[in-house]
């Protein structure tokens, strides 16, 4: 996904993003078995909530939305503070815009992928 759309999805800003909350992020969090007891006491949450935190984190954003079942797909590049100049990870969030709850987020390319999210404290 280098800076060119995936085939159905538009390009993201911030007129077209879905609502998500820390709420919902913590929600799922809590509930989902892809994440370790760091994430579930929300250090990672809290420290990339800062604002100027998603400046340099966040690479290319493009979403697509599901008329059908209310959801909305969004793939983006992402790149971890602790480590900003190392390769950026492929994210995908689906959200229910109905139900406004976080379904489901995938990432590739990194550990977590194999389901060993490590906190890099």
Not at 29 to 52: L, Q, T
Not at 70 to 81: A, L, R, S, Y
């Amino acid at each position: 996904m280098a800076n060119n759309l995936v085939p159905g999805f538009v390009k993201a800003d911030s007129t077209n993003l879905p609502k998500i909350d820390i709420f919902m992020v913590c929600e799922f969090i809590k509930k989902s078995d892809k994440f370790n007891p760091a994430e579930v006491k929300n250090e990672k949450a809290a420290m990339s909530s800062r604002e100027s935190y998603s400046d340099q984190a966040i690479g290319y954003v493009c979403l697509r939305r599901n008329e059908f079942n209310n959801t909305c797909t969004v793939k983006c590049k992402v790149c971890p503070e602790h480590c900003i100049r190392s390769k950026e990870y492929s994210v995908t969030l689906t959200v229910s815009e109905e139900e406004e709850k976080v379904v489901d987020v995938e990432y590739q390319d990194c550990a977590a992928s194999s389901g060993k999210c490590i906190n890099p404290k």
